[in-house]
């Protein structure tokens, strides 16, 4: 049956923000690996301030005294096209929240006595990017700490829709999920396109090399030159599959479900021959990557610990939800 529900239930939806927050610990059964509502040493926010968008984000500090010394979190900003936009030092306090504007990025520190925030070094504008911030809390001895949630939003202002969800935490000190948990795949929910006003599915490629965690900015000759490539299907809400074309992207990809949706140069997800006429899920399937030799070989499974993270944000009007995608395990659905 075809979903048709287009203000009422999406409205009613409207203040659910699907989250996905990670674990405590990164390596115990792949069911545990990725876990909701849980402080993250890590978290991975998507921002877009192109022309008629508007972006923030928002971290707060959930405890932890190490004597009354701050968590210092490490913002970076890489570009959709893995270009290192800039990176600044945030200092939070034991209860401490901060909202960043990607437009005028600046470290900061807070002093006790007097207790103020004071802003440290230079302002940056991001304005005409678009990619993902990963911040990352580090304790007074530098070792990194599960303390930190955090939020996000996106507005179109040119046409007056907007989504937002929590940050994902992807790891609690530094090491990323199991990726035996995308061994069945990534099912990314969509409502009808047909009843959307905007749609922006934005696939993560994240990978840790012992240090901080950063994208996936190895490119592939085997994928044309891409850093990550899935094959990609949608089910409609009969349970009818299709597949549709490969997805490949260099750090992280945005991209509307069908064309009628996409921005003007933007591609999308659906070809113009295929309609999804019902709500239903994209699911993404054995993503590779490169490896170190110049083959590819699955996300994760080569020379260094790798993830996949994917959102949807869509709108019906003014109503905005971000729907994350949803591991399979090892299921061979």
């Given at each position: 049956m075809v979903w048709k529900a287009r203000i009422g239930a999406v409205a009613a939806l409207a203040t659910l923000l699907l989250v996905m927050t990670s674990h405590a610990d990164a390596r115990t059964t792949a069911a545990a690996?990725?876990?909701y509502l849980q402080a993250a040493g890590v978290l991975v926010?998507?921002?877009?301030v192109t022309s008629g968008r508007v972006s923030f984000q928002i971290v707060s500090r959930m405890g932890g005294s190490f004597g009354g010394l701050p968590v210092r979190t490490h913002w970076v900003?890489?570009?959709?096209?893995?270009?290192?936009?800039?990176?600044?030092?945030?200092?939070?306090?034991?209860?401490?929240?901060?909202?960043?504007?990607?437009?005028?990025?600046?470290?900061?520190?807070?002093?006790?006595?007097?207790?103020?925030?004071?802003?440290?070094?230079?302002?940056?504008?991001?304005?005409?990017?678009?990619?993902?911030?990963?911040v990352t809390a580090f304790d007074p001895a530098g070792a990194i700490v599960p303390q930190i949630v955090g939020g996000w939003?996106?507005?179109?202002?040119?046409?007056?829709?907007?989504?937002?969800?929590?940050?994902?935490?992807?790891?609690?000190?530094?090491?990323?999920?199991?990726?035996?948990?995308?061994a069945g795949g990534i099912r990314v929910p969509t409502f009808n396109p047909a009843t959307l006003t905007s749609s922006q599915i934005i696939m993560i490629?994240?990978?840790?090399?012992?240090?901080?965690?950063?994208?996936?900015?190895?490119?592939?000759?085997?994928?044309?030159?891409a850093h990550v490539c899935c094959s990609a299907s949608v089910t409609d809400n009969l349970e009818v599959t299709a597949s549709v074309p490969d997805v490949c992207f260099d750090c992280?990809?945005?991209?509307?479900?069908?064309?009628?949706?996409?921005?003007?140069?933007?591609?999308?997800?659906?070809?113009?021959?295929?309609?999804?006429?019902?709500?239903?899920?994209?699911?993404?399937?054995?993503?590779?990557?490169?490896?170190?030799?110049?083959?590819t070989a699955l996300v994760g499974t080569g020379?260094?610990?790798?993830?996949?993270?994917?959102?949807?944000?869509?709108s019906v009007g003014p109503f905005g939800v971000v729907v994350t995608g949803k591991y399979s395990g090892a299921s061979a659905f």
């Open positions: 690996d990725v876990r926010m998507p921002f877009d900003y890489y570009a959709a096209d893995c270009r290192h936009l800039a990176d600044v030092f945030i200092s939070l306090t034991a209860l401490d929240t901060v909202v960043v504007d990607p437009t005028h990025l600046q470290g900061q520190t807070q002093t006790q006595d007097p207790l103020e925030n004071h802003p440290e070094g230079p302002t940056v504008d991001l304005s005409g990017e678009r990619g993902v911030v990963i939003t996106i507005a179109n202002a040119a046409i007056g829709t907007s989504f937002g969800g929590d940050a994902i935490g992807v790891s609690s000190d530094g090491s990323l999920p199991d990726p035996a948990v995308l490629g994240l990978e840790s090399d012992g240090g901080e965690v950063h994208p996936i900015t190895r490119p592939s000759a085997a994928l044309r030159g992280v990809e945005f991209t509307a479900i069908t064309p009628e949706l996409a921005d003007v140069g933007e591609h999308a997800l659906l070809p113009d021959t295929l309609a999804l006429a019902s709500v239903g899920f994209v699911r993404l399937s054995s993503c590779q990557s490169a490896t170190g030799g110049g083959g020379d260094a610990e790798q993830f996949l993270v994917v959102l949807h944000g869509q």
